[in-house]
Each structure stands twice: as structure tokens, then as C-alpha cells.
């Protein structure tokens, strides 16, 4: 048996995934799971994820969650050169931007993304600028951090592309795909730095399995 | 070779982060005290450190590295022994079970606990406001849902990764020490598996020696 993703393609953190798989060039089946119906928290998901969230990740017996350790391990058993960990240094700044996208990136655009995309589309409510407002701030600050390292460097870690980059990509897709991609605007190396990301092949591939509907 | 340097206050949560990590390894280290009250955080030279203006920071010769999960990683690598070897990283699927643990406790344990030790200490002993009710019940109810996660989990395997204490682990300890501190320790007696697994973390020597510094009654 293959390996094999459980959850919706458009899911940021599925997405995180599948590019990892694509830049492997590894075989792989997406199982898409419903959200909207609540299929993440039925008992057969719960299984594979115990938390109900997804992706869910299964390879032979082994079964993984939470996308970035996902990511992980199939860029390992790929071979790839994405994490450096043949270099004690450099793997080490690859970890640092990889908490960055988690703590600062991720953490200001995941509730935008819900308010902006979730909440009209799927729960056909009305976003709560507040949230949203309050979000874009942290986000600026955290792009004059981006800015200023990128200025310095064309990749997050230095002058190779890392996971660190590849990891911001799910996110980076929906800020341009909203009403904020005006934000990046200021920020000319952080958005010289996205479109390349965007333009990788790995990346187009898993866009067009974003925006396929039940993918 | 000189000792690395941790930038921050050996109190706070994140630095001990990488201090169990260093102590597991039996490295030299050096805190470096930063001022959180004097905001020397937010000074020109911590932030060429930190450009996020946050603690801790880490110095090993040229390298500069932040965010204590990084760091803590870089530690564990770097030292890796026959007797600490805490990332697995030899076996290609235990490595992935303590990632996943790992970023367990980030992303779903943490955000859980934290509330409560900011809401029951942090904020009445250093900032002078009143613990939000609302916050901690919340956060409770979200605790409660994580811990059964967890039970389930160390019903079947000693500690989270397997049956060999990892990173994950260590990981739990500074946040989970302080809660044990506020009034909603024995939300733990519910989950037996999860408080004998607490307990074996708190009797490791690493853990042990860094207790010692971490206050349990607050002014």
C-alpha cells in the first residue's frame, strides 16, 4: 500500500502535504474527507487523527498527524534536501523559519483566512473585521521581520530554498487569493519571495487540487 | 569550546524549554539574564538577536538561533549520544512519531495549558490583573479533551513517541510545571496514565535540577 492523505486538498494544512509529496516526486493517494458534513469527526478519522482534524497521514502501519511533522517525514524518506540535516547549522535555521511560519506567519493568517474564506463560503456568515484587523497588524509586523531577512538573503535560511519557504506557501495561496493581498504591496521582497514559491511546479500542481471542489 | 549562551530569564517557560534539553544532554551552557521589566527585550541588541523582541535567544560560537523549539533541536542534534537521543533520528519512522508529538504539544496541548498559567499566575503576580474566569474555564474544557487524547495514547506506549522518553516529552515540562502550581492541578488525577507519565518526567535529574529554580508560590 502507497501512502496515502486524509483531508480536503484545500485545507491549508493538507496542502502543506501534498507539496512535500509533489517535490518528491512520491506516490500518493489523496482520500478526501468532508468537512462540512463533519466527516473529520467520525469515528473512522478519529482513529487516524484523534484530535479530528486533518490531514491525517498513513504510510504501511504507520500512521502520522499534524502536517509539519507529516511534511517531515516523507521529505526524509524522499531523499530530499529540503531540511539540510546533513549540516548541523544549517538544519537548525531551517527549524528556526519553520516555528516562525508557525508562530508568527500562521498564527496571524489562519483566523483571516477563516473570517475571510470560511465563514462566507462555508458557514454563510458575516466575517468579523475586528478579528481580521486585529490579525493584519500582527501579520505586518511579523512581514517587516520577513522583509528585513530577505533583504538580506533570497530565501528564508540563507541562499538555498528550504521546507522553511515551501511551508508558508498554503497560506501564502489564500493571502493573495483574498481581499488583503494588497498587504504584501510593502513589502517588495516578501513578494518577489511568494511569487517565486508560487511559480515552483510542486506548488502549481497542488494549486490546481486546491481549487478543484470536493478534492 | 566555550559554553553556548541562552538569552533570556532561566523562569521562563520557553528558555526552559532549551535548558531540559541542555541539562539532558550534558552540555556547558551560560544563561543570560534579559530584563523583561526593564523591556530589555525589545533593545536594539536583543533584537539583532531576536528580531521578534522575544525570549529566548542562543549563541553557539557564529550561530545565532530563536524560538526555543529550534534551538532545543540544534541541542539535542548536536549532542546526541548513546545516552540522549532524543530526536530518534536514526529510524526514520520514530523520528516521525516524536515530530508528531512534538508538534502535538505546540499546537494542541499548548494553547490549552498556557491560558491557564497565564490566567492563574502570570497575570496576577506580574502584571497585577485579575484572573479572567471565563479564560481558564475555557481553557479547561479544552485541557480536559487533550488529556484524553493523551491517556489514550500512554495506555498503550510509556511515553509519547514510544517506549523511549524523547523531545516530545521534555517538551511538556515547563508549561506543565507551572500548572501544577495554579488551583486546577488535579484535573491530572482524572487520567492515571498521563499522571504517572508526569511524574516519571519530574524524577529525571534534568528536570529536577531546573524545578529548583522555577518558583511554585507566587508574591
Known sequence: ?215 | MAPVKVFGSAMSTNVVRVLVCLEEVGAEYEVVNIDFQAKEHKSPEHVARNPFGQIPAFQDGDLFLFESRAIAKYVARKHKSADADLLREGNLNEAAMVDVWTEVEAHQYNPAISPIVYECLVNPAMKGLPTNQKVVDESLDKLKKVLEVYEARLSKTKYLAGDFVSFADLNHFPYTYYFMATPHALVFDSYPHVKVWWESLMSRPSVKKLSANMPTSWP
Open chain 1, 1 to 215: 500500500m502507497g501512502m496515502k492523505v486524509y483531508g480536503p486538498a484545500a485545507s491549508t494544512n493538507v496542502a502543506r502535504v501534498l507539496v512535500c509529496l509533489e517535490e518528491v516526486d512520491a506516490e500518493y493517494e489523496l482520500v478526501h474527507v468532508d468537512m462540512p458534513s463533519g466527516e473529520h469527526k467520525n469515528p473512522e478519522h478519529l482513529v487516524r487523527n484523534p484530535f479530528g482534524q486533518v490531514p491525517a497521514f498513513q504510510d504501511g502501519e504507520l500512521i502520522l498527524t499534524e502536517s509539519r511533522a507529516i511534511a517531515k517525514y516523507v521529505l526524509r524518506k524522499g531523499g530530499s534536501q529540503l531540511l539540510r540535516e546533513c549540516n548541523l547549522s544549517e538544519s537548525a535555521v531551517v527549524n528556526v523559519w519553520l516555528e516562525v511560519e508557525a508562530a508568527h506567519f500562521n498564527s496571524a493568517m489562519s483566523p483571516i483566512i477563516f473570517q475571510c474564506f470560511v465563514v462566507p463560503m462555508v458557514m454563510g456568515g458575516t466575517p468579523d473585521m475586528k478579528i481580521v484587523e486585529e490579525n493584519l497588524n500582527k501579520l505586518k509586523k511579523a512581514l517587516e521581520v520577513y522583509e528585513a531577512r530577505l533583504s538580506k538573503f533570497k530565501y528564508l535560511v540563507g541562499d538555498f530554498f528550504s521546507l522553511a519557504d515551501l511551508s508558508h506557501f498554503p497560506t501564502a495561496y489564500y493571502l493573495l487569493g483574498g481581499p488583503h493581498a494588497s498587504v504584501i504591496d510593502a513589502y517588495p521582497h516578501v513578494k518577489a519571495w511568494i511569487a517565486d514559491i508560487m511559480a515552483r511546479p510542486s506548488v502549481k500542481k497542488v494549486t490546481e487540487l486546491m481549487k478543484m471542489p470536493s478534492v
